[in-house]
């Protein structure tokens, strides 16, 4: 039984032999980094810079909502740097799919790739209908108004939506359409709405600053009861309990550092999108350049965006009078520029046409990259060999992208998208951390550095000699008998395959721990600042040991493999940001886990009767059989060349 067990195992985390020497590509390498800046800000920068900082300076953050978005926008660049470092290393299409692949194994990259794929359907789904839900209100509803009296749907339980929306289904078949028929014309399309949608957000940051009032940075009491005059309490200086939720207490953060916090948590999700430029390895003309620029520039435009709207907004208009649906056009008529709306609404549907495509797009690769390797059915990953684009794959995401938006009210699955982003985001971050420590190299192919083997469950350097005797160039063996010394003074400079486990095993620890404190943070935030002892000796405790956890992976050796692009202030910033991700995740209510528990059994399903087997890593494990069946993590050279070593 535990031999079955240990077989199973290994079949879960066997890891993609990554052979980064042929250069070959079934895609059409024609993405410029110009084009990646476009599709990552065209994907992040939504229409939800229309709304959000409206929303969240109005509720939670006042003028203070620039800090949200400072603070969001650091958060979102370490999950950017983690992808930009990937980036620069795997040339490959398939985003975290592929990167939890060739690092932890090919079942959490199944996770990961699907769903990354529900966060996508749902994406394009739910964006479509904004799109025909902003249209609507530009003709004044005459859209709806029709089709809920010609075609109503009245279901119970909320799940199908008010009626069909029509508008969105053909919208969606468009851009399917456009998708299919070339990645160039798809590139030229989004570049042009970004650039409208970044005109408008320039004119609004304009006449923000020109039109705007910094008095509205520092409001008082008495500001508030002159927009309320009808308030209750005479002269005093004391707000209602009503008054104090709307008002807070004035001035530049009127709902202090929780409000600045919450708002931050919020405006995250506003930066959700630059992964898109990850799954573009295999169609830009220079991914391991272009694609580290590609994300930090996208998120830097997008911070900027941000930022600037934000501030406009708040110095055009007292926060406590925002409008939460629609704050711009409102601002524009409290200053005297009542037409300006017009503008707005054209930024607005630009937004939304690239926030589309920018959900749109990655959706089919990564469905392709999953059926290549088998894990899905390989029907998928047929290419049309004229477009060079995955047909199959585009056609199936979205037909039925199309079909959710065309009959389901999506508002109770929004947030199963940020379980798929968050999780991606927190494996991205894994990964880099582990392959950062470990001896060898994804693309090298030196015949000493190309292959690491479990062995009798050790991981072991395997070149052209016998991997027991591989000397490192400091003249030690690569492998050494484990100790507790090396916990903290590790032998040399240079990774080995016993620092290498320290950090495998370390980084599966601290992530746990994580997990258990942001649970506890997540629920039991009131019991903890009401100072209850057993409560806070127990994140004491925990937050003791990752710290512990974090000084072991510091004192190993790192890898010196040249690379375009390095994340900075290893293992601080991936670990920090693995904390971020998953305390946001604790953050989703019980229902959205429960739909999530409900679409990983239909994974699971399709993983374990058919991805199992069909697995590409299998078939290659057969045939390899005879002269190796280990797990390799780096391979450089060809196959042909390497031979197993025993211990």
Known sequence: ??????????????????????????????????????????????????????????????????????????????????????????????????????????????????????????????????????????????????????????????????????????????????????????????????????????????????????????????????????????????????????????????????????????????????????????????????????????????????????????????????????????????????????????????????????????????IYAMAEDGLLFRTLSQMNQRTRTPLVATIASGIVAALMAFLFDLAALVDLMSIGTLLAYSLVAICVLILRYQPGSLTSSSQSEKLVELVGGEKVAVGGAESGDEDNPEGRPIRERFNLKLLLLPSGDTPTCTSGNIVYATTAIISGLITVLCVVLASRLPELLAGQPGWVVLVAGLALLCGLCVIIIWRQPQSKEALTFKVPLLPWLPLFSVFVNIYLMMQLDIATWCRFAVWMVIGFSIYFFYGIKNSSEAARRDYEAPLRSKSPIYLGAEDSDVEGGSP
Not at 93 to 121: D, H, K, P, Q, R
Not at 193 to 207: A, C, E, K, R, W
Not at 326 to 341: H, K
Request: hydrophobic fraction near 50%.
């Open 1 to 366: 039984m535990s031999a079955e067990l240990a077989a199973l195992g290994r079949i879960l985390l066997r890891r993609r032999a990554l052979d980064c020497s042929v250069e070959e590509t079934r895609f059409a390498r024609c993405l410029s980094t110009l084009d990646l800046v476009a599709l990552g800000v065209g994907s992040t920068l939504g229409a939800g810079v229309y709304v959000l900082a409206g929303e969240v300076a109005r509720e939670k953050a006042g003028p203070a909502i620039v800090l949200c978005f400072l603070i969001a926008a650091l958060s979102s660049m370490l999950a950017g740097l983690c992808y930009a470092e990937f980036g620069a290393r795997v040339p490959k299409t398939g985003s975290a799919y592929l990167y939890s692949y060739v690092t932890v194994g090919e079942i959490w990259a199944f996770i990961t790739g699907w769903n990354l794929i529900l966060s996508y359907v749902i994406g394009t789904a739910s964006v479509a209908r904004a799109w025909s839900s902003t249209f609507d209100n530009l003709v004044e509803q005459k859209i709806s108004g029709f089709f809920k009296a010609a075609m109503a749907m009245e279901v119970p339980g909320n799940v199908l939506a008010e009626y069909p929306d029509l508008f969105a289904l053909v919208l969606v078949l468009l851009l399917t359409g456009l998708l299919a028929f070339g990645v160039s014309e798809s590139a030229l399309v989004n570049k042009i709405f970004t650039g409208v949608n970044l005109v408008v957000l320039g004119f609004v940051i304009i006449s923000g600053f020109v039109k705007g009032d910094p008095a509205n940075w520092n409001l008082t009491i008495d500001n508030y009861r002159t927009f309320r005059p009808d308030n209750n309490t005479g002269n005093s200086t004391e707000l209602s309990p009503l008054e104090k939720e709307k008002f807070g207490d004035g001035g530049f953060a009127p709902f202090g550092l929780p409000g600045i916090l919450s708002g931050a948590a919020t405006c995250f999700y506003a930066f959700v999108g630059f992964d898109c430029i990850a799954t573009t390895s295999e169609e830009a003309k220079n991914p391991m350049r272009s694609i580290p620029i590609g994300i930090v520039a996208s998120l830097l435009i997008c911070f900027f965006a941000y930022f600037g709207v934000s501030a406009a907004l708040t110095l055009m208009m007292p926060y406590y009078q925002l409008n939460n649906q629609s704050p711009l056009p409102e601002a524009f008529s409290y200053v005297g520029w009542a037409p300006a709306r017009y503008i707005v609404a054209v930024g607005s549907l630009c937004a939304l046409s690239t926030s589309l495509l920018g959900s749109m797009f990655p959706m089919p690769r990564v």
